[in-house]
């Protein structure tokens, strides 16, 4: 089978490409780069107009299958990925079961495999039912198909299980994801501490909880040699912690939000549990600091941290609704309004939401090589939309985001050389 992607702006920031090629895709590959291929008996894309870039990758997403079903399904999770440009995502450990045994990883591959519409990559957990007393069987997990490991949702509390948990790993060559988060320091609140929290009568969570597990993880990191990746950074400190720990030669990665680059908790007003996340949404300082950290390559990648919840775990009081945003189809128009806003040029957007994150992950993802897998995202950059809460492709619809305009979206998704979206 031949298709020839025809006219496109290719962006290959992995081959510091960023030219106008046709693409000649054959049996799921690429094949060639260059301008004018002949088309010969190959079926031919027009992408005139449009950027063509490696599929996306969203390092950090939690598509709830098996257990939550009702919030999300790797079916739903994989077309909401595919609506929105993304071809690789890697899955968190926090379903019920726990991916935490081989059986749940092979589960979550072989569904994936037959009935997704993007390539899931599961991140096993750290510690047994995330419950930080057990290292999981990290050899096993890794040989099954995990790429990474972590409790996201919750931190390694004790710190001599996150040293073992990061010399285990370190053996088999794979990142651990750490959840920085001291829950002695968060006690109940709800949002970010400052003067929002205490103008609406909200319990604040201070960005020493954020950050003081940050450090103790980075010198275990520094201690052990180990992979250390850090998720969801939203505090100026965190960031200045892994800037000076990279320039130390320590082993460590780190992704931001969306949602944590683009609002700050003068959003919480009006008391709209979509703007309820863990971290919570940040002060202005903070924000600008995440964009720093972006434009210096401190962050070496943008995650959604995609988050679906039922409307009825949402639609609740503030205080008692479940954190997290859905975002794999927001991914893309927000990170390229960092480009419109002269943050990145167009190069680094895509970089950190393709090659950088497949690098951490170390899948063959997020590149155009010839050779590599035909994943790859046709984008119209200029073209406006409304985000309609109840047209996005996931099950659950808590976009921070609704009722925004925003610009430029995926017209079509190829997964190994097959349209799966196309818009």
């Known amino acids: ?183 002695s320091l968060v006690a109940g609140g709800s949002m970010n501490e400052g003067p929002v929290a205490t103008e609406l009568g909200l319990k604040g969570i201070p960005w020493v909880a954020e950050d003081a597990v940050t450090a103790r993880d980075i010198m275990l990191a520094e201690l052990t040699g180990a992979h250390l990746h850090v998720c969801h950074v939203s505090t100026r400190g965190s960031i200045a912690q892994v800037r000076h720990a990279k320039a130390r030669g320590v082993r460590i990665t780190c992704e931001a939000t969306p949602h944590h680059f683009m609002l700050t908790d003068e959003a919480v007003r009006g008391y709209n549990a979509n703007f309820k996340m863990n971290p919570p949404l940040r002060s202005q300082d903070d924000v600008d600091a995440v964009r720093a950290g972006l434009a210096d390559g401190t962050i070496d990648a943008i995650a959604t941290d995609h988050a679906p919840h039922h409307i009825d775990e949402k639609n609740v009081e503030f205080a008692v609704a479940l954190n997290g945003v859905v975002g794999l189809e927001t991914l893309l128009p927000l990170t390229l309004k960092l480009v419109s806003e002269k943050v990145l040029d167009l190069s680094q957007a895509i970089a950190l939401v393709t090659c950088q994150p497949a690098d951490i992950l170390g899948i063959d993802r997020g590149t155009l090589t010839v050779g590599a897998v035909a994943d790859m995202t046709l984008i119209n950059p200029n073209k406006e939309w409304l985000v309609k809460a109840d047209e996005l492709h996931s099950k659950s619809k808590n976009t921070a985001f609704s009722g925004q305009t925003l610009r430029g979206y995926a017209v079509r998704t190829i997964l190994a050389g097959k349209t799966v979206f196309e818009r």
Not at 67 to 74: H, V
Not at 119 to 141: C, H, Q, R
């Open 1 to 183: 089978m031949k298709t020839l992607i025809k006219s496109g702006r290719v962006v290959d920031p992995a081959n510091k490409i960023d030219e106008k090629l046709d693409i000649l895709v054959i049996d799921g590959k690429i094949a060639e780069l260059a301008a004018n291929i002949d088309p010969g008996d190959a079926d031919v894309i027009n992408a005139a107009g449009l950027i063509v870039t490696p599929g996306l990758v969203d390092m950090h997403t939690h598509l709830r299958d098996p257990g939550y079903e009702y919030k999300e399904d790797i079916i739903s999770g994989s077309c909401a990925a595919a609506a929105g440009g993304v071809t690789s995502v890697a899955c968190m450990p926090n379903t019920s079961p726990v991916n935490d045994n081989l059986a749940i990883t092979k589960y979550i591959i072989n569904k994936a495999q037959a009935q997704g519409s993007a390539n899931v990559f599961p991140i096993g957990s750290i510690t047994k039912a995330m419950k930080g007393g057990t290292l999981t069987e990290m050899g096993e997990l890794k040989e099954g198909g995990c790429v990474g490991f972590s409790d996201d949702g919750l931190p390694v509390v004790d710190g001599e299980m996150m040293r073992r948990g990061l010399e285990y790993a370190n053996t088999f060559g794979v990142p651990i994801f750490t959840h920085a988060e001291d829950l």
